[in-house]
């Protein structure tokens, strides 16, 4: 069941990535040398190794109000592929696909998380998928830097018609829990200034299922096809005729 929603040539999607967090059987505590069996798995398709760090930020909250604070650095493996805008992050208890633009379509997204996934699966030994994270980032340039995202984006359930209305220099999240495992995050704003290219409007949608699971390509793929139906359902009601139109168009 992959065809449900139309597939554009010319998609807004600037990134896609869907993140699984996992325990290991028995508990068993990270061992960096996961990261090389994991490559030996992935190898024929991702033989582009890089080790980051990955620096995480907490939400403080206090007599002092909001803040922040930066959690320890967390090693971090990177496998790039060989010839596709795509590649796998790790760490521990993570692994993430990423696939960057041009966006092939949820057909081969879908195919490369359960074939990452299962190739991994080997040597990480899961004993269940705690929780999956299916994100879209949209980009959508803009016609002049004074259009305001009404022009692209109609209000619903999680885009507040203030937000869309606004001038430059707005951002709207709304995170919304669906149940007691499920969550919603959508997030509209100002897209990051690049010299050279048209401003821009981000439309983000992050859908988050926190239950556990079996390990199995069979569980991880119902989960990321109702996640993704959901994902669709949240930005097929945002869009204008004309963003519509503009997506129809492109894709004559």
Known sequence: MTNRHPSFSYPMIQEALCEVHFRREDDAGWNPSLFGEVFKALERDYPNLEPASEVGLQLKIGAEGIGQGVL????????????????????????????????????????????????????????????????Y?????????????????????????????????????????????????????????????????????????????????????ACIEGLHDSVWQVFESSLTDRLRSLLEQADR
């Open 72 to 135: 320890p650095p967390r090693q971090l493996m990177r496998y790039r592929h060989r010839s596709r805008n795509l590649l796998v992050q790790l760490r521990d208890g993570v692994l993430t696909v990423n696939v960057l633009a041009e966006y092939p379509g949820w057909a081969q997204m879908r195919a490369d998380v359960l074939d990452a996934w299962g190739r991994a699966a080997k040597p990480l030994a899961p004993a269940s998928i705690l929780r999956v994270g299916l994100r």
């Open 137 to 221: 980032i949209n980009v959508i340039p803009q016609s002049n830097a004074d259009e305001t995202a009404a022009t692209w984006l109609k209000e619903s359930a999680y885009v507040p018609s203030g937000a869309l209305g606004s001038l430059p220099g707005f951002l709207s999240r709304v995170e919304a829990r669906l149940s007691q495992t499920e969550r919603l995050v959508v997030t509209v704003g100002d897209g990051p200034a690049v010299e050279g290219q048209p401003a821009s409007i981000v439309f983000d949608i992050d859908r988050i299922d926190e239950r556990e699971l079996g390990p199995t390509t069979d569980a991880l793929t």
